[in-house]
């Protein structure tokens, strides 16, 4: 019988699994074109082909090393049941975001009201289900909402996820509309805290990172996603230095391992500063599974195991060193 060795498992906090559609499609000339595409796939989806497709990438993310995801869900309450659903049938624990949508985007993603989707969080926490709060973006939502689902989280004391500072447009957008930038806007709503997730940070200036560091909030990094999407090198030295958490998540899942999530981390880091080992493996693997479960306010999640017969491991003086440095993810044992 194989030798393997147990890692706690990681976690991935933040994904659109619909979004693994998509894989193999090269067309959209930038982000925005590519969104007009990932639109046309979300405008087609229904319960059944959630259930039944969310199974498949969900059972995908847990071959390879994931054992828990945050489903950054804005496709309808009834596919946020048939998420959860697909997510017990493949055996991964999960964390639905649910996001709020104002503006924007599909009819079918939006609610009448903050009230509404207050209600529906409710309705989601009365039926036993981890929840997050999800403002999707500053430019799906108005100051209006931010301020109230701020409220919300901090007496509720929940998750706040919420996309800001990927593209150059959107800070541009938010400047003028509000004067200030995206993550200078969350803070000035209330939805800025040691609860806050901010996804992405692409383009976070240093004032904005000085406001996260303050605050206590994370960052999740995405970066097979962004690389794939044009979005740009998240400043990754830079969040270190201010001690600002950072996690990671498969987010389109156009390429679903998280050693590669977090071997481009400190490959970006390496990149911007020219020195090597800029990020410790214990911090990267602290980034894969700890972080990611602070970001979704776990506090159990399974464990992985690693398979160290593998042949990407062979002569390996460090096993979590190669882990980090060499391997893919089918060196866990769950993807054997």
């Known amino acids: 019988m194989a030798e393997t060795l147990s890692l706690p498992g990681f976690v991935d906090a933040h994904c659109h699994a619909f979004q693994r559609a998509l894989r193999g499609r090269g067309g959209g000339a930038d982000f925005w074109a590519w969104r007009e595409q990932m639109l046309a796939e979300a405008e087609l989806q229904t319960p059944a082909t959630v259930q039944r497709s969310y199974v498949e990438v969900y059972r995908e993310l847990r071959t390879a090393g994931y054992t828990a995801v945050g489903e950054f869900h804005y496709l309808g309450f009834d596919e946020a049941l048939a998420a959860l659903e697909a997510a017990e049938e493949a055996g991964i624990g999960i964390v639905l975001l649910l996001a709020a949508y104002e503006r924007g985007g599909l009819p079918r993603s939006r609610q009448a009201s903050v009230g509404e989707y207050l209600r529906q969080v409710d309705d989601l926490r009365g039926r036993g289900v981890a929840v997050g709060l999800a403002p999707h973006s500053v430019r799906a939502v108005t100051r209006g909402w931010l301020e109230e689902i701020g409220r919300y989280a901090q007496s509720e004391r929940l998750p706040l996820?919420?996309?800001?500072?990927?593209?150059?447009?959107?800070?541009?957008?938010?400047?003028?509309?509000?004067?200030?930038?995206?993550?200078?806007?969350?803070?000035?709503?209330?939805?800025?805290?040691?609860?806050?997730?901010?996804?992405?940070?692409?383009?976070?200036?240093?004032?904005?990172?000085?406001?996260?560091?303050?605050?206590?909030?994370?960052?999740?990094?995405?970066?097979t996603t962004e690389a794939n999407l044009g979005d740009g090198f998240l400043p990754v030295e830079r969040i270190c230095s201010r001690n600002i958490g950072i996690c990671i998540g498969s987010d389109s899942n156009v390429r679903i391992d998280p050693l590669e999530e977090l071997r481009e981390l400190e490959g970006i880091a390496r990149r911007q500063s020219g020195r090597r080992n800029v990020i410790s493996t214990e911090t990267l693997l602290c980034f894969g599974a700890d972080e990611g479960a602070g970001a979704l306010g776990l506090e159990q999640w399974d464990d992985v195991e690693v398979d160290l017969g593998h042949a990407s491991l062979r002569g390996a003086d460090d096993v979590f060193?190669?882990?980090?440095?060499?391997?893919?993810?089918?060196?866990?044992?769950?993807?054997?």
Request: hydrophobic share 40%.
């Open 161 to 223: 996820h919420v996309h800001a500072d990927e593209q150059p447009r959107e800070i541009e957008e938010c400047l003028a509309e509000h004067g200030v930038r995206p993550i200078e806007l969350l803070d000035r709503t209330g939805c800025l805290s040691e609860l806050t997730t901010i996804v992405h940070a692409t383009h976070a200036d240093g004032a904005e990172l000085d406001l996260l560091a303050r605050a206590g909030a994370r960052i999740c990094a995405c970066p």
């Open 321 to 336: 060193e190669a882990l980090i440095a060499g391997c893919g993810a089918d060196v866990f044992a769950t993807g054997r």
